[in-house]
């Protein structure tokens, strides 16, 4: 099985068990824009759990980041019920769909701001530098596919889109807070002879944000090459 069948058959199954939410919405006159700007509001709550993380707590509390991780999946369930809301109430609009697109970007910013400076601000430098990479390959990806419509071209291939990207944040975050409580925020696997330590609490967040940072740059590459070919075969 594909790539893309995988990923469309686990949305089936997700649509299937949010639907009769989704009904309830269309039911009471929630609008597809509401829902996409509570999750704005969501994901602007998830900067400030890492930003109140980064003053208040210390390198070895991961409490917060574990409690982003949970936001951050909450708010990625509004990403599914707006869609999902405008197709089931026959609200489903050009501008709608702009609008949907802008704040899923501004969504995903404010999370990686939020990030960045909790790494930062516990001196997770390195990390904090791939978070920012990640970052910009979310946002490449993103702006190829839509560049690439832009051009008349259907460009959706590669790994790491955004819900991929969502969930992969939002559950090494909780893995991260969960095993902080197991074995401690503090906690780093030292090798002898090794000069550095190779693994730390915090490795579980960090090391898959570094996973992101590579697989969406590569995907937005793959899309550019894709997009290349497609014009190369109308001229």
Sequence with gaps: MSQIAMRDRLQRGIYSVIDPVVRG???????PNFITTTGLILNIGVAIVFIVGAEEGNRGDLSY?????????????FDMLDGQVARTGNMSSRFGALYDSVLD???????????????????????????????????MVSYTRARSEGLGIQNKGGLMQRPERVVLTALSAIACGLTAAII???????IPGVPFH????????????????????????????????ALDEKV
Excluded: Q
């Design 25 to 31: 919405l269309v039911k009471v006159g929630v609008t």
């Design 198 to 229: 190779v693994f730390e609490t915090m490795s579980v967040f960090t090391i898959p944000v570094t996973v992101m940072a590579v697989l969406t740059n590569i995907t937005a590459i793959k899309r550019l090459m894709d997009a290349k070919k």
């Design 184 to 190: 401690g925020g503090d906690y780093k696997l030292v």
């Design 105 to 139: 970007r501004y969504s995903e910013m404010f999370m990686f701001l939020g990030i960045c400076y909790y790494l930062v601000a516990h001196h997770y430098f390195l990390s904090s530098l791939f978070a920012f990479i990640a970052l910009i390959g979310s946002m």
């Design 65 to 77: 980041v574990g409690w982003a991780g949970g936001l951050i999946l909450f708010a990625g369930l």
